[in-house]
């Protein structure tokens, strides 16, 4: 017989409510048959704050694990051997302190070992890619070129101390969600790994011959929609053109350092709250993309759930995933063969095409000065931006076919979702108070003198060129908390708020007559209020989730609305007072970390604190029926939820509920 291929390392995304009952559900998931961990951090976490701060109210514990200090480390991988594991963190402006505070628990698991040789047996991946969080996913923190510093400096200390760490994973994932065509996940993917080489290597932190062994170490982190022979392409595409680059560009002899190195989460995006049992059958597909091309096949696969798009999964949604590719590495023969595309006119000929275009545009990339200079000038967001909207168009005209959503919508009733409520799982209401209540028992125990001392330290490293891993490692074991190491590279920093796409964005090319009649009626609705009907469009809290918010603000404004869109972030406070400055006829929010019910009671209050009580506001995200009714109970106008793909038809709905609000016929 055939000897098979190794399987990919087998990872679920997850992390939720507390270090401990994330804990609880990794051992969970290693019993049964998971060979690597996958964390997710909570949205203080990933953005660098405690849960004391105003601006995590809501978000602690909510789409990942809250880890605010060293204490909760230890918590999250009790009884987890970090030295034998091996461990992805989805983190990325706070990726530093993460690894200093994982590398820290490691240490004390293992007392007998020195900490360089702790060090040493450590293998994993910190995602660390701050780019893609300015274009797409938001929880970026500090301005480019000291974001790029940070990653800079991670690498470079890891390829001395942690030989066998991916410091990095170039995310391709989120501008697939953010409306990314193949040719540009591909050109942008890759123009990030080019400013995050050229980075390492102005440093002069890593030797000529030690540069070889950083570009082994880059991993990337891609997304796998469901057509699936074009995924494929797209894969053995990158695989080409990263041996190219890294050849061409960086000199690389050794084949094993230019391999194209790969994790992947196969489409979220896809998947849908109408009919979620065919998310499946999506998942499946998508994960053949990235499995069955030998030569370009994922070194890692984390699969989503199936009811993903209606809230939080369950233990028992997340092994259903498990199972997928359990079923396809062990009963199939996928893993007996050579690459079965090898020879292929069809696939070699779409790879080519794939190649041709993702160089073009990482040479119009490259001329304006890099991916650095493509963020802060907006053009890399306006092109999501535009991709993004022109995918949404040709699913609302049926030109692309979603079943369940745009086409065979009839169903008959589904048992995995007969009981909503309980076909997700809640996060733990206590997780907030939990988290408060843990960060003051560790401030109360640890030496306030030693933090503030390694905190000073760190504040002069930041200000020279020296590498900030030694001084964040000693805030680590000194016991700051990652709100306080954040804070103090704010100070040092400063912060920055990226461009958000939507000004330039190119909306809706033609005007078909149902965008012309919400156009009429937008038009005709606001010379009966006396001028221009205005939307705001604010996203309250830390969800930088902001794809939804954007192709609302682009239609609205094709709809004829005068768009009010400050980009993600915002306090309540904030957008109710853009909502008084603009005077505004409609507030709409967009959040999809799960926090709806904090932090829209907090505008609804802070709307008629300011006399705009009747002012409507809808609401959008992934947010469950219970929640809707609720939200609906306390004055919220409409919600609408990821079933509610037509834009143009809620465009129409905000005009309904502006003239019901001015009592309008």
């Given at each position: 017989m055939t000897e098979k291929d190794r399987p990919w390392v087998m990872r679920t995304y997850a992390g939720h409510s507390t270090a401990t009952a994330s804990n609880a559900l990794y051992r969970g998931n290693l019993a049964k048959g998971q060979t690597g961990l996958s964390v997710a951090f909570d949205l203080p976490t990933q953005t660098g704050y405690d849960p004391d701060s105003p601006l995590a109210r809501g978000e602690v514990g909510k789409v990942g694990v809250p880890v605010p200090h060293l204490g909760e480390m230890r918590k999250l991988f009790a009884e987890i051997p970090l030295t034998s594991m091996n461990t992805s963190m989805t983190i990325n402006a706070t990726a530093m302190w993460l690894l200093a505070l994982y590398q820290v628990v490691a240490e004390e698991q293992n007392p007998e070992l020195t900490p360089e040789e702790v060090a040493g047996q450590l293998a994993g991946?910190?995602?660390?890619?701050?780019?893609?969080?300015?274009?797409?996913?938001?929880?970026?923190?500090?301005?480019?070129?000291?974001?790029?510093?940070?990653?800079?400096?991670?690498?470079?200390?890891?390829?001395?101390q942690i030989p066998k760490w991916n410091p990095i994973n170039i995310c391709s994932y989120h501008l697939q969600e953010a409306g990314a065509t193949p040719t540009?996940?591909?050109a942008y993917a890759l123009c990030t790994a080019i400013a995050v080489l050229d980075q390492v290597k102005a440093s002069g932190q890593v030797s000529e011959e030690d540069f070889e062994k950083v570009v082994g170490r880059i991993s990337f982190f891609v997304n796998a929609g469901v057509r699936f022979v074009e995924e494929t392409c797209k894969m053995r595409a990158f695989v080409e053109l990263w041996d190219e680059i890294t050849r061409e560009r960086?000199?690389?002899?050794?084949?094993?350092?230019?391999?194209?190195?790969?994790?992947?989460?196969?489409n979220s995006l896809g998947l849908t709250e109408a009919q979620p049992e065919n998310n499946v059958q999506r998942i499946v597909l998508e994960m053949l993309g990235v499995t069955l091309s030998k030569n370009a096949r994922a070194r890692a696969v984390q699969l989503p759930a199936w009811n993903e798009a209606l809230g939080l999964p369950r233990p028992w949604d997340q092994q259903w995933s498990l199972r997928l590719q359990q079923v396809l590495a062990f009963e199939s023969d996928l893993l007996e063969y050579e690459d079965i595309f090898d020879g292929s006119?069809?696939?070699?000929?779409?790879?080519?095409?794939?190649?041709?275009?993702a160089r073009a545009e990482i040479d119009r990339v490259q001329a304006m000065g890099g991916a650095i200079a493509a963020v802060e000038s907006g053009y890399m967001k306006?092109?999501?931006?535009?991709?993004?909207?022109?995918?949404?168009?040709?699913?609302?005209?049926?030109?692309?076919?979603?079943?369940?959503?745009?086409v065979y919508e009839t169903t008959?009733?589904?048992?995995?979702?007969?009981?909503?409520?309980?076909?997700?799982?809640?996060?733990?209401?206590?997780?907030?108070?939990?988290?408060?209540?843990?960060?003051?028992?560790?401030?109360?125990?640890?030496?306030?003198?030693e933090v503030a001392a390694a905190l000073a330290a760190l504040t002069e490293a930041a200000k020279t060129t020296d590498n900030l891993m030694a001084a964040t490692l000693a805030a680590a074991r000194a016991g700051a908390?990652?709100?306080?190491?954040?804070?103090?590279?704010?100070?040092?920093?400063?912060?920055?708020?990226?461009?958000?796409g939507v000004g330039g964005a190119v909306g809706s090319a033609e005007a078909g007559a149902e965008l012309t009649a919400v156009r009429e009626r937008v038009r005709a609705t606001g010379e009966e209020l006396g001028g221009r009907l205005r939307l705001l469009v604010g996203k309250p809290g830390l969800d930088g989730h902001s794809n939804g918010a954007e192709q609302v603000a682009v239609r609205a404004r094709d709809a004829g609305f005068e768009v009010i869109y400050q980009g993600i972030r915002l306090t309540p406070e904030q957008i109710v007072s853009a909502a008084v400055a603009e005077d505004v006829h409609c507030v709409g929010l967009s959040i999809l970390s799960g926090s709806h019910m904090e932090l829209v009671p907090d505008v609804?209050?802070?709307?008629?604190?300011?006399?705009?009580?009747?002012?409507?506001?809808?609401?959008?995200?992934?947010?469950?029926?219970?929640?809707?009714?609720r939200l609906r109970e306390l004055g919220v106008a409409a919600v609408y939820t990821p079933k509610d793909f037509g834009l143009t038809e809620i465009m129409g709905g905000i005009v309904d509920v502006i003239r019901r609000a001015h009592d309008l016929a």
């Open positions: 991946t910190t995602q660390n890619d701050i780019i893609k969080e300015y274009l797409s996913r938001g929880t970026y923190v500090f301005p480019p070129e000291h974001s790029l510093r940070l990653i800079g400096d991670m690498i470079s200390y890891t390829v001395h540009q996940e591909l960086y000199g690389v002899q050794d084949p094993k350092m230019r391999r194209f190195r790969y994790g992947v989460q196969v006119k069809v696939i070699e000929a779409k790879v080519a095409e794939l190649v041709e275009g306006q092109a999501l931006v535009s991709a993004h909207a022109a995918r949404r168009a040709r699913i609302e005209s049926g030109e692309e076919k979603v079943v369940g959503v745009n008959e009733p589904s048992p995995l979702t007969a009981d909503l409520d309980a076909a997700i799982m809640a996060a733990d209401p206590q997780a907030e108070q939990s988290a408060l209540a843990s960060v003051a028992e560790w401030k109360a125990q640890r030496d306030e003198a908390t990652t709100g306080e190491w954040a804070g103090t590279l704010r100070e040092v920093f400063g912060e920055f708020r990226a461009p958000t609804l209050d802070g709307l008629k604190e300011a006399g705009l009580g009747d002012v409507p506001v809808i609401v959008g995200g992934i947010i469950p029926d219970s929640d809707g009714r």
